[in-house]
């Protein structure tokens, strides 16, 4: 069972929001007491080997695991149609998840995520990561990883949080995660056909996935898809409010 945080007590809205690498279910602390008083449940779990989720076997790392994990963990709540959001490397578990259950996933958003599959230059780049935390630990990931996570015009807090969330990782869990994103497959199909509302959200000033890359979601009005000006790739944290509105604005046309 992954360990989890719930917020809220709405029936007829719940919202699973899936962090992303290599962090875990904290950053969302930020904003989900906010999803909730307007009226949603929402679960934030910790994936596979992050938090206090118990670890992932390496072979069988991949995102589609990762979203039978998530769908696993939905289960026992017992809900007809949830709305399932991740950030960055959640989004693409998020992605995962639609496509294998279409019928109970009723809205999918990505937040600081994409939708196409890595450039063989980024699979490469994961590959080296992964050799390196083998050898090192996760503390051959900072100052960067945590800089790119907050943004140069971060300030110290934010910057020190990120290195916390990226010290406290457990290495065998960022190392399955990196070789699970490699081996994505493009799912812009999946997000390009999903039948809900769908969720974008980007900061301008995103260092890891550039907002060029962000997902286009302008089909329908119950779309929402919020450009985030100076927002890096923690929106959540950087710009709590507004992610949170933004979530709020797509969990109501949920149940529109």
Do not use: C
Request: glycine share 10%; net charge neutral; proline share 6%.
């Amino acid at each position: 069972m992954l360990a989890f945080d719930s917020t809220g007590h709405g029936r007829d809205s719940v919202v699973v929001l899936i962090h992303g690498w290599p962090l875990n279910r904290s950053i969302w602390s930020g904003v989900a007491a906010r999803i909730a008083a307007a009226g949603s449940r929402v679960l934030a779990p910790d994936l596979p080997g992050f938090g206090d989720s118990p670890s992932i076997e390496i072979a069988r790392a991949t995102v589609e695991a990762y979203a039978d994990e998530v769908a696993r963990f939905i289960g026992p709540f017992r809900v007809r149609r949830v709305a399932v959001a991740g950030h960055s490397f959640g989004g693409y578990v998020a992605l995962a998840l639609a496509e294998r259950l279409p019928d109970q996933v009723a809205g999918l958003g990505l937040i600081a995520s994409r939708t196409t599959a890595d450039s063989e230059t980024a699979r490469q780049g994961r590959h080296d990561t992964i050799e390196k935390v083998r050898q090192s630990g996760t503390k051959v990931l900072l100052p960067g990883l945590a800089e790119k996570l907050v943004g140069p015009r971060a300030g110290p807090t934010w910057r020190h949080q990120a290195e916390l969330l990226i010290e406290r990782a457990r290495p065998d869990g960022v190392i399955a995660a990196l070789a699970a994103m490699a081996n994505r497959p493009d799912r812009t199909a999946v997000f390009d056909s999903f039948g809900g509302p769908r969720l974008v959200i980007h900061g301008t000033e995103d260092g890891l996935i550039p907002v060029s890359e962000a997902a286009r979601a302008t089909r329908t009005p119950a779309d929402v898809r919020v450009i985030l000006e100076g927002s890096a790739h923690m929106p959540m944290w950087d710009a709590s409010e507004a992610t949170a509105e933004a979530i709020i604005a797509w969990t109501r046309a949920l149940r529109a």
